[in-house]
C-alpha cells in the first residue's frame, strides 16, 4: 500500500483482497526473497541544463537520444525542452546503467554528492553542445536483473495464493508500464495470459 504521508505513523491495517499486485521496485527483494538473487538496485543520476532561448533543444529541433561515447564508460540519454513545463527551457539528461549498487535503498540519500555531481556536470560537457549549467539534479534508482529484462510472474513463496509481481526494470521500464499493468492485471485475474507471450519474463530463466 502507497501513501505519500511521511509525517505520521499509520496505524496497522489489514486489508483482504483475492489478488495482489506486487509492483515495489527497489524494494521488491523485502518482500519476495525468492527473487532477490536476481535484483540489484543501483544509483543513476539525472540532471536539467537551463538552455536559455536556444532553439535547437526544442522538440521540433532535438530529438530524445542516447549515445555511447569511448569517451564515457555509461550510455548518456537525455529529452528535449518542454515548452509547457514550468521551466521550458530546460533540456533533462542523465547517465543510464551506473554500475553503483545500492545496498538499502532506503538509505540512498536524495541529493547527489560532490563527486557525483561533477561525474554528471562531465557527461553534460561530453554529450551537450553547450556551456553547462545543472538548474536541478537528482538521483534514481534503477533494479537490474541479470540479463537487463524484466521479471514478471508469481513468487514461489506466494504459490497458494493469487500474488504476482513485476520487477527488475532495469532502466528501461517506464515506456512499458501501460502493457505491463495489462499484464499483470490479466496474470492477477486469471484471465489469458499466455496471450503476452511473456514467458521469457519469468523469473525461472535463472534457475
Not at 532477490?36 to 522538440?59: C, E, F, K, M, N
Request: with cysteine.
Amino acid at each position: 500500500i502507497h501513501t505519500r504521508r511521511k509525517d505520521e505513523s499509520l496505524p496497522s491495517t489489514m486489508i483482504q483482497a483475492k489478488s495482489v499486485i506486487v509492483a515495489s521496485g527497489s524494494w521488491t527483494s523485502t518482500l519476495i526473497s525468492s527473487w532477490a538473487p536476481y535484483l540489484t538496485p543501483t544509483r543513476q543520476l539525472q540532471g536539467w541544463i537551463d538552455v536559455g532561448d536556444d532553439s535547437s533543444y526544442l522538440p521540433t529541433n532535438f530529438p530524445t537520444w542516447c549515445m555511447s561515447s569511448p569517451y564515457h564508460h555509461n550510455l548518456l540519454y537525455g529529452v528535449p525542452c518542454d515548452p509547457s513545463s514550468e521551466n521550458p527551457s530546460w533540456t533533462k539528461f542523465g547517465l543510464h546503467e551506473r554500475d553503483i549498487p545500492v545496498v538499502d535503498p532506503s538509505c540512498s540519500s536524495p541529493h547527489l554528492t560532490d563527486s557525483e555531481r561533477n561525474e554528471l556536470l562531465k557527461a553534460a560537457q561530453l554529450s551537450l553542445n553547450c556551456e553547462p549549467s545543472i538548474q536541478l539534479a537528482k538521483p534514481c534508482l534503477y533494479t537490474m536483473s541479470p540479463d537487463g529484462h524484466f521479471i514478471v510472474g508469481k513468487p514461489v513463496e506466494f504459490s497458494n495464493r493469487r500474488v504476482v509481481a513485476a520487477a527488475g526494470l532495469s532502466g528501461h521500464g517506464f515506456k512499458m508500464i501501460p502493457a505491463l499493468g495489462e499484464m499483470l492485471c490479466d496474470l492477477a485475474l486469471g484471465d489469458d495470459f499466455d496471450k503476452w507471450g511473456a514467458g521469457m519474463l519469468s523469473p525461472k530463466r535463472f534457475e
